[in-house]
């Protein structure tokens, strides 16, 4: 840890105090939503689409996703 950044001090002592989760576990069809996210990123990743293009289409996806159950 650097003791010489006061905001990298205090920012990992946040992270020290919470806890690490992932938001997928437990939800309907948890795997397929995460791809789905996956795939959008890297679509964003490579320059095939915009955030928001990518925000928007992992939206929908997972709106027809959760309308399933």
Not at 7 to 30: C, D, H, R, T, Y
Not at 38 to 61: C, I, N, S, Y
């Amino acid at each position: 840890m650097s003791k010489s950044d006061p905001l990298f001090v205090k920012a990992f002592q946040i992270f020290q105090s919470g806890k690490l989760a992932n938001e997928f576990i437990g939800l309907p069809v948890a795997e397929q939503l995460q791809r789905d996210m996956d795939v959008e990123l890297q679509k964003m990743l490579d320059g095939q689409e915009t955030p928001q293009q990518a925000a928007a289409a992992t939206q929908k996806q997972w709106l027809a996703e959760f309308a399933k159950n």
